[in-house]
Structures are given as structure tokens and as C-alpha cells.
């Protein structure tokens, strides 16, 4: 079993920023792919942003310039600081996890609600 232990979310004012973290825990083969969707009501859950294990990335195109995705690979945790949210940014964010057998995980979400 895996866990992914998800953490950073809340309520900020548009403008402001947040930073997500996502831990890796238990029976874990090498990790591939570590990256992060988000679901918003009545819409279809949307990549976000992920990370390989070589460290390229690949992001959304509305959050470019404000999100940037890293990773520890010794910790098994992705991160996710946003700067500059916008109330569409408002999602459950969803934490995924891609190991070498292309094993998929999910975590359980996290709330970001940006106020206007």
C-alpha cells in the first residue's frame, strides 16, 4: 500500500499564495511521475502541473508563470507554491502519484479557495 499524505490548502484573497505539499509513504517503488490535479465543481478534474523523476515539467497553461512544481526524490514529496491565485483557481487539489510499474496513486485532496 501507498500512501500520499497531502497538506497546504485553504482560503486566501486573490493575489495571495499558497504551497502545497504531497508525502509518499509505504510500499513504494521508485517513483516515476509526481504531479498534481485539481477538480472543480461541475467540471472535469485537469492536470495542474507534474514533474518526472529527471525533473522535467509540464504545466496547465493558465497557472504558467505562477505555479512551479518541485520534488525531493530522497522524501518522496512534491510541492506546489502558487503565487498570484485567481478566484478560478478555486479547486480540490489532487495530489498523483505515477511509480516505475506505472502504478497510479491518488491522495484525498486538498481545498484551495481563492476569494475575490
Known amino acids: 500500500q501507498v500512501q500520499l499524505v497531502e497538506s497546504g490548502g485553504g482560503l486566501v484573497q486573490a493575489g495571495g499564495s499558497l504551497r502545497l505539499s504531497c508525502a509518499a509513504s509505504?510500499?513504494?517503488?521508485?517513483?516515476?511521475?509526481m504531479g498534481w490535479y485539481r477538480q472543480a465543481p461541475g467540471k472535469q478534474r485537469e492536470l495542474v502541473a507534474r514533474?518526472?523523476?529527471?525533473?522535467?515539467?509540464n504545466y496547465v497553461d493558465s497557472v504558467k508563470g505562477r505555479f512551479t512544481i518541485s520534488r525531493d526524490n530522497d522524501k518522496n514529496t512534491v510541492y506546489l507554491p502558487m503565487s498570484s491565485l485567481k478566484p478560478e483557481d478555486t479547486a480540490a487539489y489532487y495530489c498523483?502519484?505515477?511509480?516505475?510499474?506505472?502504478?497510479?496513486?491518488w491522495g484525498q485532496g486538498t481545498q484551495v479557495t481563492v476569494s475575490s
Open positions: 498523483n502519484v505515477q511509480d516505475v510499474l506505472s502504478r497510479v496513486y
Open positions: 514533474i518526472t523523476s529527471g525533473g522535467s515539467t
Open positions: 509505504g510500499n513504494i517503488v521508485k517513483i516515476n511521475i
